[in-house]
């Protein structure tokens, strides 16, 4: 049973803080995401990575920066949280071949408030 | 304008109804289309996906897409409550594997 964990559920912050996000994946996928997920927004690229330290900027990186060191493993880092990055924050791994790499699988998602 | 429009609902309909979900897109350069379904409190799971223009059945779910018209469909047959969840539309920017989502169209499915 393929698997995408995230390090926590529900996480609440204080403004200023920094803040890691945790991701592991037990597939060997190639590819990894962080998205943040919000009402009528749905869901927004904020880092990308295709290999082991190498990324690359989503549509909204500003704020965030990432780190991976490992194949299974992609952090995402709020260097200082702003109560505009409240959200739902979802990861998700993907193989790289052309033929599978549309098939993004999800954790579960951490909600994060930022107060 | 986004380049992924999605109606995000919400949608209520009676069990046993054709459920009818849609996206329209601005960039013809995309050519694979992609549905996930989210159950409450979960990740998106990948649901089906097609290739270009034409149609994908997979049970009682149909896949659309009319390029000409920037215009994709999923249809689900005969609904049930379990099919009670949260649609994304999603496209590929390019060969890379980045997808662009749509808002997502909530669903009810009502005994």
């Known amino acids: 049973d393929v698997k995408v964990t995230q390090s926590s559920r529900y996480l609440v912050k204080r403004t200023g803080e920094k803040v890691f996000l945790e991701c592991v994946q037990d597939?060997?996928?190639?590819?990894m995401f962080w998205y943040r997920q919000d009402p009528g927004l749905g869901l927004r690229l904020i880092y990308f990575s295709y290999d082991v330290k190498m990324k690359e900027k989503g549509d909204i990186p500003e704020g965030y920066s990432v780190s991976r060191e490992k194949k299974e493993r992609f952090s995402l880092i709020l260097e200082s949280a702003s109560t505009n990055q409240t959200s739902m924050y979802l990861c998700?791994?993907?193989?790289?071949?052309?033929?599978?790499?549309?098939?993004?699988?999800f954790g579960p998602g951490t909600r994060l408030t930022v107060t | 304008q986004k380049e992924v429009e999605q109606d995000p609902g919400p949608l209520s309909v009676p069990e046993g109804a054709i459920v009818s979900l849609n996206c329209t897109y601005s960039?013809?350069?995309?050519?694979?289309f992609m549905w996930y379904r989210q159950y409450s409190r979960k990740g998106p799971e990948l649901l089906m996906y097609?290739?270009?223009?034409g149609n994908k059945e997979d049970g009682r779910f149909t896949a659309q897409v009319d390029k000409s018209s920037k215009y994709i469909s999923l249809f689900i047959r005969d609904s049930q409550p379990s099919d009670s969840a949260t649609y994304l539309c999603?496209?590929?920017?390019?060969?890379?594997?980045?997808?662009?989502f749509g808002q997502g169209t909530e669903l009810s499915v009502k005994p």
């Open positions: 960039n013809s350069a995309f050519q694979y």
């Open positions: 097609t290739y270009s223009s």
């Open positions: 998700a791994s993907s193989l790289r071949d052309v033929l599978a790499v549309y098939e993004q699988y």
């Open positions: 999603a496209m590929n920017r390019n060969q890379g594997g980045k997808l662009i």
């Open positions: 597939m060997d996928h190639e590819n």
